[in-house]
């Protein structure tokens, strides 16, 4: 394992409110992605980041935001949480071999549940 | 687009049933494909791959052959076990050099004693 720790496991937070999860890694993989996880719609990718500060949005990125200060660290912000965004939140990271090269495989952290009321 | 379509479960066997997950793509160019288990509580990972057409990838008894003419990366095993209950998902790699994975639905097996 890719040793990912996601941080809080579990949250319930209120509709207006901001809210921040957290993503540490200690392989030093160069990818960090955010997904959601939905009944209905599998993952979906949120954000992800290529490198320290630079990052880049997924298909559904409305209403979130990231940042990447360190390569170990990846945080996913909801400015006002929306119970829309009530979800499981996955983590993961991956090093392709190259620019250019099929990211051929990713690790998972296990999972921030989400609760927005 | 590129996108994976795989089909609805939930999919509820009885142990050492044979198991079939479909799984079909659509992309432009030749992506490489992947099958991710997740296991209750846990993260997804990584089942087996096939980089290009013909290819099988194998683990843990699951095979899935990348077919170019049918566009399908179809899951089975031949003998399933409680312990294989779990989310299954299909995924591509996006031809020319991709670090985003697209995701098919995800379907649920429950293996009964």
């Known amino acids: 394992d890719a040793g990912i720790t996601q941080s809080p496991r579990h949250k319930v937070t209120e509709t207006g409110t901001p809210v921040t999860l957290r993503c540490h890694q200690t392989e030093n993989h160069r990818y960090m992605y955010w997904y959601r996880q939905d009944p209905g719609h599998g993952l979906r990718l949120i954000h992800y980041s290529y490198g320290v500060k630079d990052t880049d949005k997924g298909e559904v990125s409305d209403g979130y935001s990231v940042s990447r200060s360190k390569t170990e660290d990846f945080l996913l912000t909801l400015e006002s949480a929306t119970s829309s965004q009530t979800s499981v939140y996955f983590c993961a990271t991956s090093n392709p071999a190259g620019r250019g090269a099929t990211n051929e495989k990713l690790f998972f952290g296990s999972g921030t549940q989400l609760s927005v009321l | 687009g590129n996108s994976v379509t795989q089909m609805e479960g939930p999919v509820t066997l009885s142990e050492e049933a044979f198991l079939t997950i479909n799984c079909t793509y659509t992309a432009t160019g030749y992506p490489s494909l992947f099958w991710y288990v997740q296991y209750p509580g846990e993260g997804l990972q990584l089942l087996l791959k096939?980089?290009?057409?013909?290819d099988k990838g194998s683990n843990k008894g699951f095979e899935a052959t990348y077919r170019k003419e049918t566009t399908s990366f179809h899951l089975e095993k031949g003998s399933v076990q409680v312990s294989d209950s779990a989310v299954y998902f299909c995924a591509l790699s996006r031809p020319g050099g991709s670090e985003k994975l697209v995701f098919g639905k995800g379907t649920k097996l429950t293996v009964n004693p």
């Open positions: 096939a980089t290009k057409a013909d």
